[in-house]
T-cell receptor, first 113, second 114 residues
């Protein structure tokens, strides 16, 4: 089955700096990669996703890049703000498993004012 | 407002008791999922259901049971056979019929065994 690894597990950045979180996956058939943000005591919320037919996608201060050959994808947050502090999860799914996602272990991001 | 509702937010269980966690959605989503979240381990799939009256085991189904009698509802029962039930439980839903799309998650239930 699919195995998703996520790094780093914790990340601290100064307000205004950029943050990068990286994930790798094992199943070359995986073709959909969402990212979720989870605030303390709440459920995860989808913040951005990318499909395997594109290499990069941006939404304001958030971007995701995908390297299918190397089987890794990354979340980039620019101009970080204190409200970006949360746990971020990557995930992967492929058509062979319907819409079942395999999640990374999460990255706890702290933005220091 | 459409959304997915989990209740209760906090639940305490004595050892040896079964407890049922509620999950209701009004998004008209076909698929529903239950995940368990433990510190440092991410989200692990317990059960999922693509259509009414059908469900499949996930990676850690032992000690849990589910039902899907209505499209809107997917309750999870944590049985006394679950050896370490203290965790944060998340329910999610998606429009599985439209292909791979992101989940909508509920706000979770924190279960503690006392």
């Amino acid at each position: 089955g699919e195995n998703v690894e996520q790094h780093p597990s914790t990340l601290s950045v100064q307000e205004g700096d950029s943050a990068v979180i990286k994930c790798t996956y094992s199943d070359s058939a995986s073709n959909y990669f969402p990212w979720y943000k989870q605030e303390l005591g709440k459920g995860p919320q989808l913040i951005i996703d990318i499909r395997s037919n594109v290499g990069e996608k941006k939404d304001q201060r958030i971007a995701v890049t995908l390297n299918k050959t190397a089987k890794h994808f990354s979340l980039h947050i620019t101009e970080t703000q204190p409200e970006d502090s949360a746990v971020y999860f990557c995930a992967a799914s492929n058509p062979n498993t319907g819409n079942q996602f395999y999640f990374g272990t999460g990255t706890s991001l702290t933005v220091i004012p | 407002d459409g959304g997915i509702t989990q209740s209760p937010k906090y639940l305490f269980r004595k050892e040896g008791q079964n407890v049922t966690l509620s999950c209701e959605q009004n998004l008209n989503h076909d698929a529903m999922y239950w995940y368990r979240q433990d510190p440092g381990q991410g989200l692990r799939l317990i059960y999922y259901s693509q259509i009414v009256n059908d469900f499949q085991k996930g990676d850690i189904a032992e000690g849990y049971s589910v039902s899907r009698e209505k499209k809107e509802s997917f309750p999870l029962t944590v049985t006394s056979a679950q050896k370490n039930p203290t965790a944060f439980y998340l329910c999610a839903s998606s429009m599985a019929s439209t292909g791979q799309v992101g989940y909508t998650f509920g706000s979770g239930t924190r279960l503690t065994v006392v």
